[in-house]
């Protein structure tokens, strides 16, 4: 067998499998989906059913006719917008400084972030209830939105994308008289715009199903979101699961359509991280 039918032969086994894993993965995670969604319908999937007889959506009319449901949807935009737009500015920065720029204690303040990353988020709550109180913030916008931005895997993830650049388009532009601000907003970001569009939609979708930071913060219920609201509506003495798996399908559904329009750069995303110095 020559070398070339050889390469031939490797790479469609190789795009054999990949396609094969990649059906996998695409039925392993629809399946649950299609499970929830016959559950909200009125399907009895614990007696194997995935297509109810009689098609009810009473947790549907429930959820949507409630009085607070445009609230809760408007504080989960606010929410979700307002914390992935400023964890992802607050992330750039920090990451471009420690990956590009030079400043004392620069490798503590690295390692002192992937201790962080360590911690599991919600062992920070308490502690950041008492300051959000001592500050008289707790039950307000400020104290839910300001706390979620601060992500150190977001920090991490930057600094990695920009340590991936090489150094020789920092350095034309710097012989061009180009400044920081030049480089990072011209030359930089641009480069790394896939890996930023896919932690943009990662943050989208863990903001956007965030259930325990509001749910640990917001005092008043005017500032629940559609996770925390949904989760009032369905629990009470007993469970609704009708409710429970109309409310479940209402919030997948976002980051579905997102994740199915974005899906380009996310691929895009892995690629570049293997770009070489």
Known sequence: MSTELRNKVKTFLINLVAD??????????????????????????????????????????????????????????IFTVSVTAGSIVISTLAGYA???????????????????????????????????????????????????????????MLKQAFDAIPRDYEEAALIDGAGTPTILFRIHLPIIRPVLT???????????????????????TTLWNLPLGIWNLTWSYTVNFWNLAAGAVILTLPPLILYIIAIEYYLRGIAVTGLKK
């Open 20 to 77: 094969i894993g990649f059906i996998i993965g695409v039925v392993v995670y629809i399946i649950p989906f299609l499970i929830l969604l016959a559950a909200s319908l009125g399907a009895n999937v614990m007696a194997g059913q995935l297509i109810p007889r009689q098609p009810r959506y009473d947790g549907y009319i429930t959820i949507f006719t409630h009085p607070a449901f445009s609230l809760w949807l408007v504080n989960s935009l």
């Open 98 to 156: 420690l990956s590009r720029l030079d400043f004392p204690g620069k490798g503590i303040v690295f390692w002192f972030i992937l201790g962080i990353m360590m911690i599991p988020g919600i062992a920070a709550y308490l502690p950041l209830y008492i300051l959000l109180a001592k500050m008289k913030i707790l039950g307000t916008y400020i104290g839910l939105l300001i706390p979620p931005m601060a992500s150190p895997y977001n920090v991490f």
């Open 198 to 220: 896919t932690l943009i939609l990662f943050n989208i979708v863990w903001n956007w199903n965030n259930f325990g930071w509001p749910l640990f913060v917001a005092t008043r």
